[in-house]
């Protein structure tokens, strides 16, 4: 049994190191580009799914860019060669950092403040200088809003 966990540990570790890194690398890059970072790896609850089992939503970096409070999602890959970075950030990971988002600005009463999310996509080819590419307001909460149903069929 232990020769599993140690395989697994050995197999895991790499790719935790890889997004570890690349979340210092986009880190760094923000705060270059004037951004001031808040908070990194912000964890909460944010409710149930739907077999009543708590879910926990994450936010990999906070920031100020400017008087705009930004919710970035970092994504990390050692090749593009086959789809980007950036289209890991599907819908169901914009949905649980915008329900994470929300619970973040509640806690901390922020209201009237405008906010964005962003996509900071790190490129860690093996022998290249790391390339990052932050895409501002890549999703809006909108999107996600249940929609108000008036009645009418027509």
Request: with cysteine; hydrophobic share 40%; proline share 3%.
């Amino acid at each position: 049994m232990s020769e599993i966990h140690s395989i697994l540990e050995t197999k895991s570790a790499p790719r935790m190191n890889l997004g570890q890194r690349g979340e210092e690398l986009a880190a760094r890059f923000l705060e270059q580009n004037g951004y001031r970072l808040v908070v990194a790896n912000f964890k909460v609850p944010i409710g149930r799914n739907s077999k009543g089992v708590q879910v926990t939503g994450e936010i990999d970096l906070i920031a100020l860019d400017g008087d705009v409070l930004c919710f970035l999602e970092v994504k990390t890959r050692r090749s593009d060669a086959f789809v980007s970075p950036i289209a890991a950030v599907d819908l169901r990971k914009q949905r649980q950092i915008t329900r994470t988002a929300r619970v973040y600005r509640k806690i901390f009463r922020l209201h009237d403040i405008k906010y964005r999310f962003d996509v900071v996509s790190v490129l860690l080819a093996p022998k290249s200088k790391p390339k990052i590419e932050l895409s501002k307001g890549f999703w809006i909460e909108a999107k996600f809003q249940k929609k108000a149903w008036s009645g009418d069929i027509w």
